[in-house]
């Protein structure tokens, strides 16, 4: 009998110290961290015990470079999970050297990584737009209704994610 929970939850990349945060909270009330997906966590049913979670954002094989990982287990945090390019680690509240892996310039790093990844997406979504959207209105062929809500949208979502990061981002370096 598995005495676990799921609990769907989306966060955006920016929040990622809510999400920390969160999964703390869930530790806090017995709720240990199994393995998630997209806005979607599983938990096992444990003694409520005081776990910090932290996250990473690295390509995988940063993440299995061995000086990495020593640096992690060095700090006493333990690897739990990775999806997308995160990493979350955890550490026990009363045995962690530090409540953080990185200080404050290491954060701002992260937020580039961050950045730099929403940048290419942005710029293969707008490489789609002009080929499905734009180059056909030059050759004479007007989009539908539906083509030009759905690339509207597109445009608006990444426009909304773009000025959060860029906001989350200038926080960060205005916190140091």
Known sequence: ???GITVKKLFWAWNYEKEEKWLREMSNKGYEFSSW??????FKKTEPKDIIYKLDYNPLWCRNSGGYMEFIKECGWEFCDSMCGWNLYKCDADKCLSEEIY??????KIMHRIGTYIVALSLLEGFF???GFIK???QGKWPG???TILWSFLILEFLFI???????????KKDL
Not at 103 to 108: A, F, L, V
């Open 136 to 138: 056909p209105m030059i």
């Open 37 to 42: 997906s997209i806005g979607k966590y599983r």
């Open 145 to 147: 209704a539906i083509d």
């Open 129 to 131: 737009f002009f080929m």
């Open 162 to 172: 773009d000025i959060n990061l860029y906001a989350a981002y200038r926080k960060k």
């Open 1 to 3: 009998m598995d005495e």
């Open 103 to 108: 200080t404050g310039k290491d954060k701002i």
